[in-house]
Every structure is written in C-alpha cells, then in structure tokens.
Nanobody
Framework: QVQLAESGGGSVQAGDSLVLSCVAS????????MGWFRQAPGKAREFVAA????????QHADSVKGRFTISRDNAKKSVYLQMNSLKPEDTAVYYC????????????????WGQGTQVTVSS
C-alpha cells in the first residue's frame, strides 16, 4: 500500500519561492500518476498540478502556469512542486495525491492522499 508524506511548506513573502516534496512509500509507488491539490480556508480543494507515472506528461492549473512546475524522481519515489513568484492567494494547505489512473488524479478522486503541508504567503 502506497503512503505519501509531504514536506517543504512554510511562511514566505510574496515573490518568494518554495519547493514542496512528497515521498511515496510502497513497492508500486512509481506506477502511480501523482499530483498536487490545495485547499485554502473556507474554499474547496482545487487542482494544482499532475504528472504521469513516467514523468513524460504534466498538467498545471491555469492559476499556476508559468509559476509552478511539477516534477518527479522515480528512483527516489518522490514528486516535487517548484513554486516561484508566490502570491498571497497561493496560501493554502497543499496535498500530495497518487493513483494508478492519471485521470483520477486530475479530477481529485485519487485513492491515496497525504496529510498536507501549509504554505502561507504574506504580502
């Protein structure tokens, strides 16, 4: 069974950068498509980015295109979210997610979720 553990969140100023990491445990971790979602206080969880099991295909939400980049290292069973030019509206709890189906990752119906890591961006 795959489990996910996020790290890298913190409090930063607008315009700063952060890198979130998510390490997957389990023998089949590299077979999963993976992604990032976020949830701000009082708002629904929203899609941020997703990456295929091979890493060849990625998808980013319009709100983060050009600023955030998802990547993965299957040898380390890890997925990353490079976040540049952070804005106060990026403040949220960021969740790592994984599923054998990339489609399920993108629509937020993955079978596996991490506990989340807080990102706070102040102006």
């Amino acid at each position: 069974q795959v489990q996910l553990a996020e790290s890298g969140g913190g409090s930063v100023q607008a315009g700063d950068s952060l890198v979130l990491s998510c390490v997957a445990s389990g023998r089949t971790a590299s077979r999963n498509a993976m992604g990032w979602f976020r949830q701000a206080p009082g708002k629904a969880r929203e899609f941020v980015a997703a990456i295929s099991s091979s890493g060849d295909n990625t998808q980013h939400a319009d709100s983060v295109k050009g600023r955030f980049t998802i990547s993965r290292d299957n040898a380390k069973k890890s997925v990353y979210l490079q976040m540049n030019s952070l804005k106060p509206e990026d403040t949220a709890v960021y969740y790592c997610t994984a599923d054998l189906s990339a489609r399920m990752v993108v629509i937020g119906r993955s079978s596996i979720w991490g506990q989340g890591t807080q990102v706070t961006v102040s102006s």
